[in-house]
């Protein structure tokens, strides 16, 4: 296993370079960074604009640009920001906010998927069965800005009827304080809460219907009937047997999801004005700040290889008959 590590992480270098050198090539000719201030009215005069596109780095060829960003890299410059903001900085500060709802968004939708998943199995055709896939095929349906929306106004509903703040609607609680551990609990709880539902869900249909029918493969296998003839209990055959087998499959989905969840991630903080890693993105692109948004791309691909990693020592684990030894 640890010769797989070694191997993989060599096998990332590479692929992050020609992600970063595509990534720059396709961003530097979406268009002018310097569009926004050439329409400005009264226009600024040409020495500024000279000054800004020297500082852009616009005045370099291409090869000369990209190299110039990538090896900033390796001493933490992501590059000149049209607003003088310290990327770097600003992507670890944005990173932490995003990875929160990121990881308890994931986590929540892949329990839920699981619990589905061997409700549907063992249950099948009956009406818990299909009162799952009814509410997964909906979740799949469902637009992620919408839920989240709906979302929202259920929590101003509850508020109201509560006649105190119980779910936050906005923000990331950043700056929100309380008094007791309790209270700090509760404000946890409220800013989360909304959030990590709207982007748990549509994954949640998604990963729900695959491990249905991978726990359904699993629980007809061969080996699986051998363990009901030895006698053993169900709940040791589903979960023992069944569950562990049909997760590793089911990981597969989980793994390609990644790129997904976090472009649902953009939305969702967009919706719910947490100032994570999405909201950048949505800012860099407004305007036209070339590096922040290379910087955000760069981080979002180096996620979703990690993640994937992850997805591929989860299968070893899972799954005794997958070796990834030579």
Not at 168 to 185: C, Q
Not at 196 to 214: E, K
Not at 238 to 251: D, F, K, Y
């Amino acid at each position: 296993m640890l010769a797989y590590l070694v191997r993989r992480l060599l096998v990332m270098i590479p692929m992050m370079l020609i992600a970063s050198f595509l990534m720059f090539v396709v961003i530097s000719f979406s268009g002018d960074p310097l569009a926004g201030l050439k329409t400005m009215q009264p226009p600024p005069p040409p020495e500024v604009l000279h000054a800004m596109a020297v500082k852009l780095r616009l005045d370099q060829p291409l090869l000369d640009r990209y190299w110039m960003w990538l090896s900033g890299l390796f001493v933490g410059d992501f590059g000149p920001s049209i607003h003088n903001i310290d990327i770097g900085a600003e992507l670890v500060k944005r990173l932490g906010v995003s990875l929160r709802l990121l990881a308890l968004g994931i986590v929540l939708a892949f329990l839920m998927a699981v619990a589905a998943s061997v409700i549907g199995a063992v249950l099948q055709f009956s009406w818990a069965d299909h009162i799952i896939s009814f509410v997964a095929v909906a979740m799949i349906s469902m637009p992620v800005f919408w839920l989240a929306l709906q979302l929202k106004r259920l929590a101003i509903s509850i508020n109201q009827e509560l006649g105190f703040r119980l779910l936050y609607t906005s923000g990331d609680g950043a700056g929100m304080t309380a008094s007791t551990p309790w209270d700090r609990v509760l404000l946890l709880i409220g800013v989360l809460a909304l959030p990590t539902i709207a982007l748990s869900m549509q994954a949640f249909g998604t990963w729900s219907r695959y491990g249905r029918v991978a726990l359904i493969d699993a629980l007809n296998s061969e080996y699986v009937k051998l363990a009901r003839a030895k006698g053993l209990s169900e709940t040791r055959v589903v979960l023992a047997h069944g569950l562990r087998t049909s997760l590793a499959p089911m990981l597969t989905v989980v793994a390609a999801g990644g790129a997904v969840i976090l472009g649902e991630s953009v939305v969702t903080e967009t919706v719910f004005q947490w100032r994570g890693m999405g909201d950048l993105l949505v800012t860099g692109i407004q305007n036209n700040d070339v590096y922040v948004v290379l910087g955000w791309l760069l981080v979002a691909g180096l996620i979703i290889m990690v993640f994937n990693l992850i997805a591929d020592i989860l299968y070893a684990v899972l799954d005794p008959r997958i070796r990834y030894e030579r």
